[in-house]
């Protein structure tokens, strides 16, 4: 059997393939929907082997994916994936009823590796950098107003700005905190901060990001969206080769300052020069700088090694 699971802010939209039959349904997004989710589940004699999909929209996926997580097997996949999969099986119409079946029929035909649950500390971090990275573009914003804002608005842009910074203190030391509760993490912090441009926030994000999950640096840079895409077909169709941007730009985002900060001290001084060389734009030096960072950041954590700054001078 298959679920699909259209995922909603307030509601569920369920398939259940069973014999080749669509069963549908709807629930409320909480954990009273999660339970009478379960209980029609039950009376579809629905087995511990059900595997259940559904996108990662948001945070909304989250609870019920955790739920059902602890009684079936559940993927979360990106939502590229299952568009790409629509486009596939020409889907013509779209719905929250359409898009389960879609998804309950993708994962009988892709069989996709199941979700890994953080842990509540990773889950704890994760909210924490989300938020702290949400603040921040709200007080960017706010400073681009009062450059331009008339005098008579300037003092209420002003308070809007003061009451974000405290905001954002109060943050950074509940940030603080986690770190002394969790050692494990601060220990591996300290190493990511040691990487040339990595600072307190970007150590932060990797430390949510990177799981057990990934395998090799190539699994953790193409799930950021930093591994290269080409477009070539036949002698006529050669595309400039460009990144995916399949992953999150906010993950992404958190690596852009890091690498300019690790262009301008020339912490890569070999690497840099031989894209020069090779007359790279300096927007494609800067994302391959990303890239090495994500790199560098994996295998560290991964080996549990100190950086050393000498050792990534000369290796690209």
């Known amino acids: 059997m298959y679920l699909g699971i259209d995922v909603g802010k307030f509601e569920l939209s369920c398939c259940l393939i069973s014999d080749g039959i669509f069963y549908e349904r709807d629930f409320l997004n909480s954990e009273d929907g999660f339970k009478a989710l379960k209980a029609w589940l039950e009376s579809c004699a629905a087995p511990a082997t059900l595997h259940c999909c559904c996108e990662a929209t948001g945070t909304y996926y989250e609870s019920v994916a955790e739920y059902l997580g602890g009684h079936y097997k559940i993927s979360v996949e990106n939502p590229r994936k299952i568009k790409g999969f629509a486009v596939a099986v020409l889907q013509r119409s779209k719905t929250d009823k359409q898009d389960a079946k879609l998804i309950a029929q993708y994962c009988k035909a892709m069989n996709p590796e199941p979700w890994q649950q953080p842990t509540p500390a990773q889950k704890q971090l994760q909210e924490l950098t989300r938020y ?117 730009s906010d993950l992404r985002a958190a690596l852009y300052m890091p690498a300019l900060v690790a262009y301008r001290i020339n912490a890569f001084p070999d690497f840099i020069s031989r894209l020069k060389e090779k007359k790279k734009p300096f927007k494609v030096i800067i994302v391959a700088i990303m890239r090495k960072l994500a790199v560098i950041a994996f295998h560290i954590l991964k080996n549990g090694t100190e950086y050393d700054k000498n050792r990534y001078k000369t290796v690209s």
């Open 132 to 248: 702290i990275t949400r603040v921040k573009k709200q007080r960017a914003a706010e400073l681009t107003k009062y450059q331009t804002a008339p005098d008579y608005l300037k003092r209420h842009i002003k308070a809007t700005i003061d009451y974000l910074n405290g905001h954002l203190q109060a943050l950074k030391k509940d940030l603080q905190a986690f770190y002394k509760e969790n050692p494990d993490y601060d220990k591996n912090r300290k190493r990511l901060e040691t990487i040339s441009g990595i600072g307190e926030m970007s150590a932060a994000v990797l430390l949510a990001t990177l799981t057990n999950r990934f395998e090799s640096s190539a699994q953790f840079t193409a799930y950021l969206g930093l591994d290269p895409r080409k477009y070539q077909s036949g002698q006529s169709i050669n595309g400039r080769p460009r990144i995916s941007k399949v992953g999150k």
